[in-house]
């Protein structure tokens, strides 16, 4: 950490670099500035009290001059001495506030589900235990204590921690925390077993013949369950197709969860399509105008369609892991099934590519004749 006596000319003359830097002042210990990757500069102090490191922020370079930052951080620092309370420090640096710009910054990062996700673990599991308190005074002992409250709910936490070590990132990143203080490094997270549920081949009879006796009342849930259970694709892609994504016997999906990726279609799973109108742009056209039909709507469906089919702990993300399956029983290689189901390849798979092309289309064909028999 670089050492100088701040004066409004010297930290104007601060340039960023690609990581925030901290210049302590030579005149008051324990007072500097951070100029971020960004360009914003922060004045702050730093010390320890009663075997703690205290890092606050005191001011925006920007707003207030280096002889009023100093004299307010002269005052921090005697506070903190006597045990006193603290100025009113900025309202930027308060939980909530900071969690709220890193959501802005990660729009363009984060898929709109993902950024919804978070949002509700933010909400439910963040809010209630942070909100108020300054960025740079939240602790590993307080998120230990914030985990450890979660066990009841081990997937939830799991997931949170996540969120909240972006936010504490950004601080960082923002100059509002001690650079390389994030408090949720090295916590382990809670052991969950992984939920594998397969469809036996009775189950699989059970379930063809529940849909054709909804066919007609149901079509647009009974296609779009076939399509899931013929093409082993996600609910989201399934869901969210558009009549262009469907070209030379494959979908194309532009912004699957792993990047763009090929579906490669059974003469069963296009048989599937050809039998859906074409009433919008949208395979599967929602109530509102210019939109897909909603998850909601889909999960709906299918707690109907297991309850008759004898189904009861099926979920629909379950037939993703029986097209898996039959595709294995079939014999089909592990480099054909990863393509298929739209797995992030091993860097050893990529010379297979073209390969693999011919090898999942013809997979393909075979699993949808097996899926439909009987």
């Not at 009290?49 to 004299?71: F, P, Q, S, T, Y």
């Not at 620092?77 to 045990?83: K, P, S």
């Not at 100025?87 to 709220?100: G, Q």
């Not at 996700?117 to 909400?123: A, D, E, I, P, Q």
């Amino acid at each position: 950490m670089a050492s100088a006596i701040l004066t409004d000319a010297r930290i104007r003359a601060l340039k960023p670099r690609r990581a925030a830097r901290d210049i302590r002042d030579g005149k008051l210990k324990g007072f500097g500035v951070r100029v971020t990757p960004s360009g914003a500069r922060r004045f702050f102090i730093h010390c320890q009290h009663e075997g703690r490191r205290i890092w606050k922020i005191v001011g925006n370079a920007d707003e207030i001059g280096a002889g009023e930052a100093r004299a307010r951080a002269a005052a921090m620092l005697a506070a903190i001495r006597q045990d006193a309370p603290l100025p009113a420090l900025p309202e930027e640096t308060v939980f909530e506030a900071v969690a709220e710009a890193t959501f802005r910054r990660h729009e363009r990062i984060w898929k709109p589900l993902t950024m919804k996700v978070n949002r509700g673990y933010l909400k439910k599991q963040l809010l209630p235990r942070f909100a108020g308190r300054q960025v740079a005074d939240i602790s590993r002992e307080d998120v230990v204590k914030w985990f450890a409250s979660l066990r009841a709910v081990p997937v939830a936490a799991d997931r949170s921690m996540p969120v909240l070590s972006v936010i504490m990132r950004e601080s960082e990143r923002m100059g509002f925390r001690e650079e390389g203080s994030n408090p949720c490094l090295g916590i382990r997270r809670y052991r969950r077993k992984g939920r594998e549920r397969f469809l036996s081949d009775a189950e699989i009879r059970a379930l063809g013949a529940c849909l054709r006796t909804r066919e007609e009342d149901q079509p647009l849930a009974v296609a779009a369950i076939r399509l899931l259970l013929l093409t082993g694709c996600r609910c989201s892609e399934v869901l969210t197709l558009r009549w262009s994504d469907l070209r030379e016997g494959a979908l194309f999906l532009r912004d699957s969860k792993t990047g763009p990726r090929t579906v490669w279609l059974s003469q069963v799973a296009l048989a599937v399509l050809e039998g859906i109108g074409r009433t919008s742009p949208w395979v599967f056209p929602g109530r509102k105008a210019g939109r897909p039909l909603s998850g909601g709507w889909l999960a709906t469906a299918w707690h109907d369609v297991r309850a008759e089919a004898g189904l009861g702990d099926v979920r629909l993300h379950d037939l993703r892991h029986a097209y898996a399956s039959f595709a294995l029983k079939g014999g089909e290689s592990v480099l054909a099934i990863g393509r298929l189901l739209g797995h992030r390849s091993a860097e050893t798979t990529l010379k297979y590519t073209h390969h693999a092309d011919s090898m999942a289309a013809e997979a393909a064909a075979t699993i949808g004749a097996a899926l439909m028999e009987g």
